[in-house]
């Protein structure tokens, strides 16, 4: 893996529309220290664009409110004109578009986005059902397994927990054809859908149906979370992720899969997870009123948020999931806290982890 950049930075490229004869890139990007954007590097289908006018230093109170923290906050909107005459001399519709902002300092982080993708997006029911804008999503998390895990374009992938293909969304534009990608999910009609679209284009993603328990998405399921064994043998992937999973487990199904995560990694594979984790930072915010999640009942080793609909969020101690972590023959590679309980600095909304196998 390439070490960790010295310059951490934050953002997201909201836009990617057609205007009159102008692709507009519309987002914002700040740093922690780095001052303001001074530049931007642009790629879009694996061609570096040659010619775009900025606007930059754009006022952004709305980051400014969530991330106060970052250095320019109020300043950190950006709009991005590239002449679509370049674009259609260069068949660059249906493209990834990769876009790094340059601080005096260093690059920051690459942004995501997609150049009008071809490929459909489920029906809103399903979108709602896993939360959040599907794809903004998939281009935000690709930017953190890219940023944060180092994912490379022709590895061997894991999505587990794939859910309605948010997640393979983003990856369908990245990963290469020597890549493989595999996800599982507990709904069937998800999984039917991400056979019949996503496959579809893409012949080297996989989807599986596992028949697991959940009360909240599979109440007819006939395995336990904790006894499931993941369909695939050992060290088969590079990479692992599972977004949103974890925050709904209980403490046994938590060990058993980061088990079976260390299983099925290469070694020297990595795992990027989210958690809700509770430690003693956390315990102050809540107690504050500040978070958005009390998670004030216990359930063994696990303490939801809301007894009526207990696998809505689930949380563990800080301290347990580590050791849980260790004895599963894992490391903590990176560790970034999230916003839910609303800290002053934060990546993403649930916590998330960076593992590797041993």
Not at 34 to 50: A, C, E, K, Q
Not at 92 to 111: C, K, Q, W, Y
Not at 120 to 134: A, H, I, L, Q
Not at 198 to 206: E, L, V
Request: a negative charge; hydrophobic letters at 40%.
């Amino acid at each position: 893996m390439t070490a960790t950049k010295s310059l951490e930075t934050l953002g997201c490229l909201g836009q990617v529309t057609l205007e009159g004869d102008l692709v507009r890139l519309k987002g914002w990007s700040a740093s922690w220290g780095g001052g303001l954007v001074l530049d931007f590097r642009i790629n879009i289908g694996g061609l570096d664009v040659p010619e775009f006018r900025v606007e930059k230093g754009l006022i952004s109170q709305d980051v400014q409110q969530l991330f106060p923290s970052l250095d320019h906050a109020d300043q950190a909107r950006f709009l991005i004109y590239i002449p679509l005459s370049w674009i259609q001399q260069t068949g660059l519709f249906n493209s990834l578009v990769r876009l790094t902002p340059i601080f005096a300092s260093g690059e920051g982080d690459v942004l995501f986005g997609f150049l009008e993708p071809s490929l459909p997006v489920p029906e809103k029911s399903d979108r709602v059902g896993v939360g959040g804008s599907f794809k903004f999503v998939a281009a935000d998390f690709l930017g953190h397994f890219v940023n944060k895990a180092n994912l490379q374009p022709a590895e061997a992938v894991l999505d587990a927990g794939c859910g309605v293909g948010r997640i393979a969304y983003g990856l369908a534009y990245y990963l290469n054809s020597q890549a493989s990608y595999h996800g599982f999910d507990i709904v069937p009609h998800w999984i039917d859908w991400c056979q019949q679209v996503i496959s579809a284009t893409r012949p080297n993603f996989h989807f599986e149906c596992a028949d697991l328990y959940s009360d909240r998405y599979n109440p007819t399921g006939k395995t336990p979370a904790e006894n499931f064994v993941f369909p695939y043998p050992n060290n088969q992937f590079n990479f692992v992720l599972l977004t949103s999973v974890f925050t709904h487990l209980y403490a046994a199904a938590s060990r058993n899969y980061l088990q079976q995560i260390a299983r099925v990694l290469k070694p020297g594979g990595r795992c990027l997870c989210t958690f809700f984790l509770l430690n003693d930072e956390t315990e102050s915010l809540i107690k504050s009123g500040r978070s958005s999640r009390n998670f004030a009942y216990a359930v063994g080793e696990s303490f939801i948020d809301d007894p009526d609909n207990p696998e809505d969020a689930i949380a563990h101690s800080e301290a347990l999931v580590m050791d849980w972590i260790k004895d599963s023959g894992l490391s903590v590679q990176r560790q970034d806290y999230g916003m839910w309980c609303r800290r002053s600095r934060s990546a993403s909304y649930q916590d998330m982890l960076v593992l590797c196998k041993n």
